[in-house]
């Protein structure tokens, strides 16, 4: 079991920036996959960014260059950098965590933290 607990949403400008963070407790062994995902109201959940145990990261298009994912190890947390964002971010944002433990995969969500970009 992995309890995530996400923070960091707000309400923020055009251009601006946001951080937010996902601080997993539990059983935190064996994690082989660490994601940030987004759904927009009518929208499906899609991935914004992601980071394996190697430390090997991937971005979706609309926001490479924008976004940063990164890890704390000693503090069991993740992170997304979120800068110069555009209305078209808006949206809830989730955590999502993996873990392969004898070839089965199980699978942790936040509650999601909302972030809208609007002027």
């Known amino acids: 079991q992995v309890q995530l607990v996400e923070s960091g949403g707000g309400l923020v400008q055009p251009g601006g920036s946001l951080r937010l963070s996902c601080a997993a407790s539990?059983?935190?062994?064996?994690?082989?996959?660490m994601g940030w995902y987004r759904q927009a109201p009518g929208k499906q959940r899609d991935v914004v960014a992601s980071?394996?145990?190697?430390?090997?990261?991937n971005y979706s298009d609309s926001v490479k260059g924008r976004f940063t994912i990164s890890r704390d190890n000693a503090k069991n947390t993740l992170y997304l950098q979120m800068d110069g964002l555009k209305p078209e971010d808006t949206a809830v944002y989730y955590c999502?965590?993996?873990?392969?433990?004898?070839?089965?995969?199980?699978?942790?969500w936040g509650q999601g933290t909302q972030v809208t970009v609007s002027s």
């Open positions: 980071i394996t145990s190697g430390g090997t990261t």
């Open positions: 539990g059983n935190i062994f064996s994690i082989s996959y």
């Open positions: 999502r965590v993996q873990r392969l433990v004898a070839a089965i995969r199980y699978d942790y």
